[in-house]
């Protein structure tokens, strides 16, 4: 027989996961036996080659039709088409299937077809991009989806879609992203817009995916991440002012940076936190000479000449004195210096601006003119067109020569309503000027005859100049060419000069700008500070050593109370690039420096209020002391501060500081020179720097020192009456000082009581019944009490113990009395430190005797 027919090639599709395959042509299989039984029929189809996953089966063995079908699941993303060979079988000549015929082979091919069966995916899980405000952009970034779908309709990816409501973007079909409106960095300067995908059969990605976009601002040279504002806590220390700040030169080549740093004081005191001790104690802390005179002292009964100036008190604790055009001063004779000879020194500080009107006035600052019938100028130093002239016309000597008389300085800060320092050295013929320190040689000497001696009184001033008779119209003395600006500190020290150290100390400021550790500035870092150092200059070539060197820039404030308050900041910058002067402009920085409140110290003087001495030893050669057990005391109550303190209690805490001057005021009549005095011997002031004045009216200790020191001093204060009969009592007021007076203690009032011999026995009496608390005794007979502030009522134990020595004590003291006065009358000279002497302190409250007849006297 004649073996079956079939087409030579067929083409075949199948959806995947499906299980049959369409083929084209249809599968059919001719036998030409037919119709003779089995050799005509088809029995059977077989597949070969490739392990294809396909088997076909015979649907009508006569017909010969059959179907090809997968043999499992078929993944299209696995294959995409298939290639086999295909054979017919007839059923050759019997049933039992022996001898089949077949066909020739036929090529298969069958595509598989996909199903849209995978969601887009981004390639990325976040997207990011960074644009410049202001600009349209084509394209800020592209997206990009994918999916895993074989077929090009399925697995491409159609479209792009922006699911954010209300954003200034849009997409396009190939994932870019571009702003619809120019962005302002200032509006927003951060958006996130989530952003989806679609295949080409409009499946959606399962998840958005977030897109996020930086606005930043358009490139502006200049200095960036600084603080407007840094807090200064007092007693800190150093402070970065700038930490982290750097400048942005928008890549611009550069060849050099400079800055300049300003910290402005000047609206502070005398232009910036000095120790604003007194005049008188600064120059001893400076190591000045003394004999110094202090022409513009703070107004007190001794020193009554400046009541009537105005003074500029809102100004920390600095004494300024506002001269208006209105206001002057005559000095006392009693203060006047009498012998200014070749060498003298003046200093002032000065406040000024350029003079009102036309013709300008002079302006005197001091003036020594004849009191009465002439108007001739010793020797004064005023102010005139913004020139400083000093005037010194000397006596007539056996020579009567023409000699230098008048000096005269042109300089800017005489006139820039500023504070500055000025000292004037006179070592005849030459006078020098400093000003904050620095020497300036006058620029104009003027020659003049000496004035002829004359027995004429003169008068010295301050803010005006005294014009004497003798000039036409003049018939009365006045006042004349009147200072307009503000004073402080002005002193005259004869016969000495001031060496530029002590003037330097005296002129410090006590804050400025500081570069925290200089080693670590950069070799490439130049830099300079003025005297003052509120003024620093840094220059650098490149960027970087820039930016370190001002993260170094500080500010520092010494004083221990300095003045709270802003301070303003200033940073000028210059750019230089390769070739060019300036190439780009760095905007000014302005900032400020808020210097918080320091703790307030209360400064208390403790101590027995009222103590009782016998006539007799008031007259002894040593007198008696006054303010035997003093305490000086200095607490603040906020303890955030790094100061030095030595204990705390409660949320106090007590500070070691120094005072600058303690006073002891005589109460009531002033002291009769004749048989009274308040003294304190020069011993107990040495090692110390610690000086004293005493007058009728009290005692005054000066000098910048510890609190201890002067607690030593002032209890060496001595009192001594070589005529006391009659007076029955003497009063004292103590008060003590921290920088000139800002800080001042509580008055503390002690009460002397005079007692004569005839009433001690009596008086002695009485004090025994009326003391209320003893503590029990650990010596025989020997009661020591202590001030009922610390007692909180009377012990038992002690009450007994009260009752007990009442009756041995009334007994003892009349023993005792006769003693105690009688080692009184001894006189016995104390130690200077206070040691064992005789003492008698009695007080209401307070009972200290000692008393023992079997004790022997050391």
């Not at 006569?62 to 017919?88: H, N």
């Not at 000065?350 to 010793?378: F, I, V, Y």
């Not at 920085?589 to 110290?601: N, Q, T």
């Not at 001030?787 to 007994?811: F, R």
């Amino acid at each position: 027989g004649r073996v079956p027919w079939i087409e030579t090639s067929y083409h075949g599709v199948i959806t995947e996961n499906m299980d049959t395959v369409l083929l084209d042509p249809p599968l059919v299989a001719l036998d030409k036996d037919a119709p003779v039984p089995y050799a005509g029929e088809i029995c059977a189809f077989k597949i070969h080659g490739q392990e294809a996953p396909f088997e076909a089966e015979v649907l009508n063995r006569t017909s010969g039709e059959g179907v090809l079908r997968a043999r499992g699941p078929v993944d299209c993303e696995q294959q995409k088409e298939y290639t086999f060979i295909i054979q017919a079988y007839d059923c050759g000549a019997g049933p039992n299937g022996a001898g089949w015929k077949k066909s020739h082979k036929a090529v298969v091919h069958v595509q598989v077809d996909d199903v849209n069966e995978f969601s887009p995916v981004f390639r990325e899980p976040v997207y990011r991009a960074t644009v410049t405000e202001g600009k349209i952009y084509d394209s800020i970034l592209q997206v990009e989806a994918w999916d895993q779908d074989c077929s090009p309709q399925y697995s491409q990816i159609c479209n792009y879609e922006i699911v954010t409501q209300d954003t200034p973007f849009a997409i396009d079909r190939n994932g870019n992203i571009r702003n619809t409106e120019r962005l302002s960095f200032d509006k927003q300067q951060h958006y996130k817009i989530m952003v989806t995908a679609y295949d080409c059969g409009q499946k959606r990605a399962t998840e958005s995916v977030p897109v996020h976009i930086d606005v930043k601002p358009v490139c502006k040279p200049g200095w960036q991440g600084w603080n407007k504002r840094v807090d200064y806590e007092p007693g800190t220390g150093s402070k970065q002012l700038f930490p982290k700040m750097h400048l942005e030169t928008c890549d611009g080549p550069l060849s050099s940076v400079r800055a300049m740093v300003e910290l402005q004081t000047s609206h502070i005191g005398k232009g910036c936190d000095r120790e604003t001790y007194s005049e008188k104690s600064l120059q001893k802390l400076c190591g000045a000479a003394s004999g110094s005179t202090d022409l513009l002292p703070a107004p007190s009964a001794s020193t009554n000449w400046t009541a009537s100036l105005l003074t500029d008190s809102g100004r920390d604790s600095d004494l300024i004195f506002r001269f208006d055009g209105r206001q002057a001063a005559n000095i006392p004779e009693r203060v006047v210096p009498q012998n200014l000879t070749d060498q003298f020194t003046i200093a002032t500080w000065m406040k000024h601006g350029p003079s009102p009107g036309l013709r300008a006035e002079k302006e005197t600052l001091l003036c020594n003119s004849d009191k009465t019938e002439m108007n001739r100028h010793h020797y004064s130093l005023y102010v005139h067109n913004c020139r400083l002239v000093f005037l010194l016309r000397r006596d007539f000597t056996q020579m009567d020569t023409f000699r230098p008389a008048e000096f005269h300085w042109k300089l800017e800060q005489i006139c820039d309503k500023e504070w500055h320092y000025y000292v004037i050295n006179v070592e005849f013929p030459a006078v020098t000027l400093f000003v904050d320190g620095v020497t300036y040689e006058p620029y104009l000497v003027t020659d003049d005859w000496p004035i002829h001696p004359s027995q004429i009184d003169v008068q010295l001033t301050v803010g005006a100049c005294w014009q004497g008779e003798g000039k036409v119209n003049v018939t009365t003395p006045r006042f004349t060419q009147y200072f307009r600006g503000s004073l402080s500190g002005l002193t005259i020290r004869p016969g000495k000069i001031e060496t530029q150290k002590v003037i330097s100390c005296l002129q410090a400021c006590k804050e400025g700008l500081d570069i925290n550790s200089l080693e670590s500035l950069g070799k490439g870092i130049k830099f300079h500070f003025n005297p003052a150092q509120s003024v620093l200059v840094m220059e650098g070539d490149d960027l970087e050593s820039i930016n370190t060197a001002m993260a170094k820039v500080s500010y520092i404030n010494s004083r221990q109370f300095p003045t709270p308050g802003l301070r303003r900041l200033r940073v000028t910058t210059t750019v230089q690039c390769f070739g060019e002067d300036t190439c780009i402009s760095i905007p000014d920085i302005k900032a400020v420096v808020m210097v918080l409140p320091p703790s307030e110290p209360r400064i208390t003087i403790a101590g027995v209020e009222r103590v009782t001495w016998p006539a007799a030893e008031l007259r002894t050669a040593t007198g008696v002391t006054l303010f035997k057990d003093i305490r000086i005391i200095s607490t603040v109550t906020k303890s955030d501060n790094a100061f030095i303190f030595t204990r705390m209690e409660s949320g106090v805490l007590e500070v070691m500081h120094n005072l600058d001057y303690c006073d002891v005021l005589v109460i009531g009549e002033e002291l009769n020179p004749e048989h009274e005095s308040l003294e304190i011997h020069h011993s107990s002031l040495l090692g110390k720097h610690l000086d004293a004045t005493n007058s009728t009216s009290g005692i005054s200790i000066y000098g910048v020192d510890s609190m201890a020191h002067y607690e030593q001093a002032i209890r060496q204060v001595r009192y001594h009456n070589w005529r006391p009969a009659g007076l029955s009592e003497r009063k004292f007021r103590l008060s003590c000082s921290e920088l000139n007076g800002r800080y001042t203690s509580n008055e503390f009032n002690l009460e002397v009581r005079i007692l004569h011999s005839s009433e001690a026995v009596e008086h002695v009496n009485h004090l025994a019944v009326q003391s209320q608390y003893m503590r029990p005794v650990h010596h025989p007979l020997v009661v020591h009490t202590v001030n009922s502030d610390h007692i909180a009522g009377t012990p038992p134990a002690a009450t007994v113990v009260i009752v007990m020595c009442i009756a041995t004590l009334v007994a003892i003291v009349v023993l005792g009395i006769y003693r105690i006065h009688t080692t009184h009358q001894e006189g016995t000279k104390g130690d200077e430190d206070g040691g064992k002497e005789p003492e008698m302190d009695w007080d209401d409250s307070t009972l200290t005797i000692t008393v023992n007849p079997m004790e022997v006297r050391h």
